[in-house]
């Protein structure tokens, strides 16, 4: 695997990931479940290095951070359902 030249291209690494996942028989719940886990396991290593925890204002900041993304990736799916649906 090469390393992803945009943010685009390392989004989707871990879509065709867990797609491969499912395909080989893992549940969904199970994929979003450990992505999740996955991610608040590399956040926390970015903040912290590989022997820190965060505290209490750090794990507030990536729920916040976390929310923020959410947001974007729900305008963006409604501007589609809207695109659509105008067509």
């Known amino acids: 695997m090469s390393a992803p030249e945009t943010q685009q291209d390392a989004i989707q690494a871990f879509i065709d990931l867990a ?18 886990r996955a991610c608040a396991v590399y956040s926390t290593y970015v903040v912290a290095g590989n022997e820190g925890a965060l505290r209490e204002t750090g794990v507030e900041k990536l729920k916040e951070v976390f929310g923020q993304q ?12 809207s695109t659509k649906s105008s067509e």
Do not use: F
């Open 19 to 36: 797609n491969e996942m499912k395909a080989d028989g893992a549940s969904v719940q199970l994929i979003s479940t450990a992505m999740m």
């Open 70 to 81: 959410l947001e974007v990736v729900q305008k963006s799916k409604l501007a589609q359902v």
